[in-house]
């Protein structure tokens, strides 16, 4: 008997979930950059309130990366081809466990010039050929790395704006690139 | 004298000394030129037998004249005299003076002619020692035989006590068990006692008054279980609301909000009765009496967070005394006054509930309730139990699918990737682990030999010492432990390398939560709690691979008056756990004629769901689409059941 109108109440349900798709126009192109899967599930992770925990990840992965472009620098002036490969594979490893899909590719190049491969790894190049390709690459990845941090810390900046109710989807929402 | 031909070479040296006629006061042919006779032994071993055999052994010499078969002749009377006591005389049939042709046929004794000869005098005695000797090593035999049977006892002896020892722990291992299940059976007996006590209770009542005995023709029960549906779906759609809501706003606010609506409630009571039936009026006021008395008390109780309770919004105010209206329109419908206690306290619950969605606080919220409600003592142990689940349900919600560890797994972690360590540490949390970090390989190395590990994590390329190196040291010492192999590299050709240097499994980077969940639960698996897996699960939770989010958990416990109407609203996934918890409460209560009621209760209420079901389709098929969204939205809901349990 009563209380058929209340049925139709929930608009809010709906708005919440379309809110996410506000975003479009910039998804395709971040997520070239950034594998949301991946990078998602670190935001899973974090508590219900806030981003520490992923925030945290991401600011030590900033770090680090920073770290090894000056090592990779070194390496490179050095031509240690070996150190390349190695610095190679280890930002590869850091950067596909954030998800940034661009830096991690390069940074597979990297490792394959490194141990004087073509960029599958599949044929062999000379020493020459590889130093110089790595010269070149280094450039790039430090590039989209740029993208890829402009990208994080927007993002995370733009949360800490963000009305707290919002966090709940935090997964759906795509920040916009600022850049 | 020159040259000799034919004959042995001992023969022939001999012949030739012989015919040295120098010699023949020491050594000469015999008188009758068949024989040779050695005069002077001394003489002949000093200066003869080194010129001619390069040696001065006379009793290598008699030695050497038996293997040619001369025999010594035995010093007659005679012919001592003839050559003297100390002579001593060879003959060979074919040794004669002057003969050199038949040197020839003088032969060294063939080993097969001498052999019988030889061996066969010392046999006796050899014999005997043989057999002295195999006496005693048969003795020795039987001896360690016997010795070998004594320890085979003893072995066997031990072993037999092994067997008892072993078949007393598997004894004790399941009286164990069954006194865990006893345990569980009783504690889920009691909560079900509880909450079948009221729920029984309402349901017969419910069908007794509401469709038996009442003057309602069927035409209006099928529309008054109708509008249920509808009411229930709305009461759905506004606690997914209420709850998103709840859960994205700060603990406090949350919490004081939730108590903000306890207090709207009671401020606008008048609301309620006007929306109710005419027949139910006086039920209403009663009703309204009691929530206004709860909530008074509630208020007092958080009289200083109300003053806090500001930013909670209006909608959801409202929202509150809305379900609040339904609720109770509907225990109006079908619930004497009599019954109003245990719906109040179902109503309470409700908003427990909503605020436990916010962790924390809500806890000592709900500890003040409690002493309020206690008008009987089925409400507070309802309230208990529920404040229980919900509290669960948070620590849940934080370690989502976490395995029921009897004994926390301590896990090694080596990775020199910061982000990997943060990441690999964060999932141990979550997961219920404890665990070390090593940065390389030499650090691995030195956690395995400092303490026990139930699971390594190894990350390949290392500094110092990479994964593959680390573990093979790792495996000198420490054959048992899994060592995963954590990296990027995983062709084959790598993977083969892994795991012939010991490693046992391999986690691809990057790695997922339930990747990493997986190898988890695969290599601990014997760390989780076996009870809790062999505790029948109700029928349909093991249908669903998400089964109710929170909040239509929070109905189950919320309303249960309506359990059957609500089944019906939910989506068809609902419907089946629903039903199971109220079969499972019913399955596990080891008797009590209670139980057995709600069982044919909660048939009862799936006929009526059935109705229901055709009756509004419609609506059903708008609940699915919600209803995803809803188990999207919290994917985490089964751990709840498992940490219930």
């Known amino acids: 008997m009563p209380s058929t109108p209340r049925v139709e109440d929930p608009p809010e349900v709906g708005r919440n979930r379309e809110e996410p798709n506000d975003g479009d126009g910039e998804e395709g192109y971040s997520s070239d950059l950034l594998d949301h899967e991946t990078f998602n599930q670190l935001l899973e992770m974090d508590d219900d309130v806030d981003h520490d925990f992923s925030k945290s990840i991401v600011w030590h992965y900033f770090e680090q990366a920073e770290t090894t472009f000056q090592e990779m620098d070194k390496a490179l002036s050095d031509e240690n081809l070996v150190e390349l490969s190695k610095l190679g594979h280890f930002l590869k490893g850091s950067s596909a466990a954030i998800g940034l899909k661009k830096v991690k590719a390069s940074c597979e190049k990297m490792q394959h010039y490194g141990n004087m491969k073509d960029e599958t790894g599949t044929e062999s190049i000379s020493e020459e050929d590889a130093l110089k390709k790595i010269s070149s690459l280094l450039e790039k990845v430090k590039e989209e790395y740029k993208e890829a941090e402009t990208y994080l810390k927007n993002f995370y900046s733009e949360r800490d704006d963000t009305d707290n109710t919002k966090n709940t989807d935090e997964k759906d929402s795509s920040p916009t690139e600022k850049d | ?645």
């Not at chain 2, 010699?23 to 200066?47: C, L, Q, R």
């Not at chain 2, 006021?285 to 806090?308: E, H, K, P, V, Y």
């Not at chain 2, 795991?499 to 990057?510: C, F």
Request: with cysteine; glycine share 4%; aromatic share 6%.
């Open chain 2, 1 to 645: 004298m020159s040259n000799i031909s034919g004959g042995p070479d001992f023969v022939r040296k001999l012949f030739k000394m012989l015919e040295d006629s120098s010699y023949s006061d020491v050594v000469s042919w015999g008188a009758n030129g068949d024989s040779f006779v050695v005069k002077e032994i001394d003489a002949f071993t000093k200066t003869i037998l080194p010129r001619h055999f390069k040696h001065s052994n006379f009793a290598s010499f008699v030695r050497q004249l038996n293997k040619y078969d001369f025999h010594k002749i035995r010093s007659t009377d005679d012919s001592a005299g003839l050559y003297g006591e100390q002579a001593w005389e060879f003959h060979h049939p074919q040794f004669h003076y002057n003969n050199r042709d038949q040197l020839d046929s003088i032969k060294r004794k063939t080993p097969a002619n001498r052999k019988p000869a030889a061996v066969n005098p010392p046999s006796d005695a050899s014999n005997n020692s043989q057999l002295n000797d195999l006496q005693n090593q048969i003795n020795n035999l039987s001896k360690l035989q016997s010795v070998m049977n004594e320890r085979l006892l003893s072995l066997n002896k031990s072993y037999d006590a092994v067997v008892q020892d072993i078949l007393n722990f598997k004894k004790n291992m399941v009286a164990q068990d069954q006194l865990m299940h006893e345990l569980i059976q009783y504690l889920i007996g009691l909560e079900a006692e509880k909450s079948g006590s009221s729920r029984s209770f309402v349901n017969g009542n419910s069908l007794d008054d509401g469709i038996n005995n009442t003057f309602v023709p069927s035409e209006q029960a099928q529309k008054l279980i109708n509008s249920y549906t509808q009411v229930s779906r709305a009461s759905i759609d506004q606690m997914n609301e209420i709850s998103q809501r709840v859960q994205s706003l700060h603990n406090i606010t949350s919490n004081t909000s939730n108590m903000n609506n306890h207090s709207i409630i009671s401020s606008e009571p008048l609301t309620i009765p006007s929306t109710l039936p005419s027949l139910g009026s006086e039920n209403a006021m009663g009703l309204n009496n009691n929530i206004r008395n709860i909530n008074n008390s509630s208020d007092a109780t958080m009289s200083n967070l109300f003053l806090t309770s500001q930013r909670s919004s209006t909608i959801e105010n409202s929202e509150m005394s809305k379900m609040t209206e339904i609720s109770q329109q509907r225990s109006n419908d079908f619930i004497p006054e009599a019954m109003f206690n245990n719906v109040m306290s179902s109503d309470n619950v409700t908003v427990l509930t909503v605020g436990h969605l916010s962790p924390k606080q809500s806890h000592a919220s709900s500890s003040n309730i409690i002493p309020v409600s206690t008008a009987s003592p089925s409400n507070v142990s309802r309230i208990d139990n529920t404040s229980q689940n919900t509290s669960n349900s948070m620590r849940v919600h934080r370690s989502t699918f976490m395995p029921a560890w009897s004994v926390p797994p301590k896990v090694l972690l080596v990775d020199d990737d910061l982000v990997y360590q943060k990441f690999g540490s964060k999932l141990l949390e979550v997961f219920g682990c404890s665990f070390d970090i090593a940065v390389d390989g030499i650090g691995a190395v030195n956690h395995m030999n400092m303490s026990k590990y139930d699971l390594v994590l190894m990350d390949i390329v290392l500094p110092n010492l990479d994964g593959v190196e680390a573990t093979a040291q790792i495996r000198r010492f420490d054959n048992s432990t899994p060592i995963i192999s954590m990296t990027s590299s995983i062709s084959q050709q790598d993977c083969s390398i892994y795991l012939s240097n010991g490693m046992n499994d391999v986690l691809a980077k990057p790695f997922s939560k339930s990747m990493f969940l997986k190898i988890l639960e695969n290599y601990c698996s014997h760390l989780v709690m076996p009870n809790f897996q062999s505790i029948p699960r109700p029928f349909g939770i093991s249908d669903i691979s998400t089964p109710t989010t929170s909040n239509s958990d929070m109905f189950s416990h919320s309303s249960d008056t309506s359990v059957g109407e609500k089944n019906n609203d939910h989506n068809d996934n609902l419907v089946p756990n629903q039903m199971s918890l109220t079969v499972s409460n019913g399955s596990y209560s080891s008797g009590g004629p209670m139980f057995t009621i709600m069982s044919s209760m909660s048939s009862n209420d799936y006929m009526q769901q059935v109705m229901n079901h055709i009756a509004n389709a419609s609506s059903v098929t708008r609940k699915n689409a919600l209803d995803k969204d809803f188990q999207d939205q919290r994917p985490c809901k089964k751990p709840k059941f498992e940490v219930i349990e």
